[in-house]
Structure formats: C-alpha cells, structure tokens
C-alpha cells in the first residue's frame, strides 16, 4: 500500500465567504425600501371601504327541507337572485342574515352564497340553527 503525506491530501477550507452575504443583505434592503411605499398606498384602498355593519338586515330562512323565505315571504331558489336584487336595488347597503339548519349540506350553502354573490350583497352572515338537546 502507498502511504500519501499530509502534503499530499487537499486542504479543507473552513472560510465563510462574505461577499455574497453582504449583496444578499443589501438586495433584501432595496427591496424593502421600494415595496413598503407601495404596500402602504394599496393598504390606503382597502381602509377607504365602509367596513361596519349594515344599516338594515334582513333574514334568508332554509328550511331542512331546503325550502326558502325571505323576509317573512316564500321565494323559490329561481326567485331569490332577482328579489335579492331588487332589495339591494332599492337599498344597496342591506344586508342578508341566512338562517340555515344544522344537517344543511355544503354544497347548497354554496349555491345561495353564490346567488347572494350574484345578486351583489355586500353584507352577508350565516346563522347555524342548532338542534335543541332535551334534558
């Protein structure tokens, strides 16, 4: 067996280059003395938009049965959107309270969130009416 000196093994160099660290550091500075002006205009766009509560409510019933009333009057599920509409029409900062059953499915919550998308209500909240538990 051949036997190599220590003159003959590479060296290990334990250095921390420090240049690539520092244009690191100063890229990541420019980038945030460029982007917080423009993040702090856009967020001015947002806190313009009224953010409080509706000045009137009204409610939107599902029944188990999936049928719906609105306001105290039976609407069918191709009826709603263009109620909906015209109340937002007559009062666009209304807002609608959907009363839903506890077993309601997904998928049908979707459809009439989507139909109060649709109808363009700014307001919306939804209220899981929970079985009562007997004692």
């Given at each position: 067996m051949k036997r190599y000196s220590s003159h003959q093994l590479p060296l290990i160099n334990a250095e921390i280059q420090i240049?690539?660290?520092?244009?690191?550091?100063?890229?990541l500075l420019l980038t945030v003395v460029v982007l917080v002006p423009?993040?702090?205009s856009e967020s001015k766009v947002f806190q313009e938009t009224p953010?409080?509560?509706p000045k009137k409510t009204i409610e939107l019933v599902?029944?188990?049965?999936?049928?719906?009333?609105l306001a105290g009057e039976s609407?069918?599920?191709?009826e709603l959107i263009a109620a909906l509409k015209m109340r937002m029409a007559v009062a666009p900062e209304t807002?609608?309270?959907?009363?839903i059953p506890a077993n309601l499915q997904?998928?049908?919550l979707l459809e009439i969130m989507d139909a109060l998308r649709a109808a363009a209500v700014k307001h919306t909240a939804v209220l899981n009416?929970?079985?009562q538990k007997s004692p």
């Open positions: 240049t690539p660290l520092l244009d690191l550091m100063l890229l423009a993040l702090r953010a409080g509560q599902v029944s188990p049965d999936l049928k719906l009333t609407i069918t599920d191709r807002g609608v309270v959907v009363r997904a998928s049908a009416d929970r079985p």
